[in-house]
Every structure is written in C-alpha cells, then in structure tokens.
C-alpha cells in the first residue's frame, strides 16, 4: 500500500513563509499528478496547486502568485512553497496523488497563519 508522507507545516505569522514536502512511500510508483488540496472545518476540501506530467501546473485561485509547487520524479515527491501567507489560508493541507490505479491521499499537515 502506497503512503504519502508530508511534513513541513506548524505556526507562522502572516506574510510568513512555510515549506510542505510529500514524498511517495514506493519510489518505483508512478503518478500522472501530484499536488496538494486543503480544507477547514465544516468547508469542502479544495484545490491549492497540482503538477501533471510534470510540466502542467493548476493552482486555486487565492494562492495564485503565492505559491509554487515543484516536484521530484527521481524522489517521487512534490514540494509546495507558500509565501506572503495569510490567516485563510488556515487549514490542513492534504498531499495527493493520483495514477489509473488509484487516487492517494496523505493524512494532513497543519498550517496555521496568526499573529
């Protein structure tokens, strides 16, 4: 069974900056995309940014010029950097991966923006 390890979330004052890691457990594993999706309690779980075949990017619309999110095929991992961070975008954010045998979800990193 494949895991998504993510790490890298915790506490950080508005227009912080923080880095999240996924990394796959099986590095032999392939996937059509790899991102990261976030969600609060009580709202549906949304798109923050995804990575297909490697080139083609999506983002959601509030983190657009924001974020960035790279990834490594030798690691089979992908990376999210946040900057200029602010207190909505409070949520956990859940690294996901997807290939025509299933769709892989991680168990969710905190992030939370305050002062």
């Known amino acids: 069974q494949v895991q998504l390890v993510e790490s890298g979330g915790g506490l950080v004052q508005p227009g912080g900056s923080l880095r999240l890691s996924c990394a796959a457990s099986?590095?032999?594993?392939?996937?059509?995309?790899m991102g990261w999706y976030r969600q609060v309690p009580g709202k549906q779980r949304e798109l923050v940014a995804t990575l297909t075949s490697g080139v083609t990017t999506k983002y959601g619309e509030s983190v657009k010029g924001r974020f960035t999110i790279s990834r490594d095929n030798a690691k089979n991992a992908v990376t999210l950097q946040m900057n200029n961070l602010k207190p909505e975008d409070t949520a956990a954010y859940y690294c996901?991966?997807?290939?025509?045998?299933?769709?892989?979800w991680g168990q969710g990193t905190q992030v939370t923006v305050s002062s």
């Open positions: 996901n991966a997807v290939n025509d045998i299933a769709v892989y």
């Open positions: 099986e590095s032999h594993i392939n996937f059509d995309s």
